[in-house]
């Protein structure tokens, strides 16, 4: 709920900055002439353009490959491989799912993503670790990671996150080889 809460205040103090940036054109249009306002107009869209949030949207998830994994002469080709994903936090407006690549014996990689309308918030997981539990069909997983709070592109509080748990691996896909 305050997820969503915090996206209604950045997209009202968003378009209250545009109202401001019209009036200041209309402004500089009638006191200084058109060539100005459009010379800040120009300026003024040159800096509301981030080349970095592509990066920002590339770190909201992150993967895990298994030891087994990283080193090349003990991949093979393997056969019964699934995909489960499951969802380790929820809350109005936004998810964080975990998706695990197994096979019968042992995990071999992993991925934490965020869905959903993240409106003033990104996530930034820094820590992956799943491993298989036996051989039964359930994986321990510890995912550590920082939700960053920003109003207006501004950073405002970096919080915390952490989930530790035991989940189930569904055969939700599977990927034939």
Do not use: H
């Not at 019209?22 to 800040?40: E, Q």
């Not at 490959?65 to 019964?80: A, R, T, W, Y």
């Amino acid at each position: 709920m305050i997820q969503l809460i915090w996206a209604i205040l950045n997209i009202a103090i968003i378009l209250y900055f545009i109202i401001l940036c019209f009036k200041a054109v209309k402004l500089i249009r009638d006191n200084i002439g058109i060539f100005a306002a459009v010379v800040f107009s120009f300026v003024l869209l040159s800096f509301i353009t981030n080349p970095k949030k592509d990066k920002d949207t590339e770190s909201q998830s992150l993967r895990f490959d298994s030891k087994e994994q990283k080193n090349k002469e003990l991949i093979q080709p393997f056969l019964n491989t699934y995909l489960s994903k499951t969802t380790i936090d929820e809350d109005l407006i936004s998810t964080i799912n975990l998706t695990v690549m197994y096979d019968a014996k042992k995990v071999l990689s992993a991925n934490v993503n965020k869905t959903g309308f993240t409106g003033g918030t990104t996530w930034k997981p820094s820590f992956i670790n799943v491993q298989k539990i036996d051989n039964k069909n359930k994986c321990k997983y510890i995912i550590y990671g920082v939700n960053e709070w920003r109003l207006a592109g501004f950073l405002l509080y970096s919080q915390s996150k952490n989930y530790e748990g035991i989940t189930e691996l569904k055969n939700d896909f599977y990927i034939p080889k």
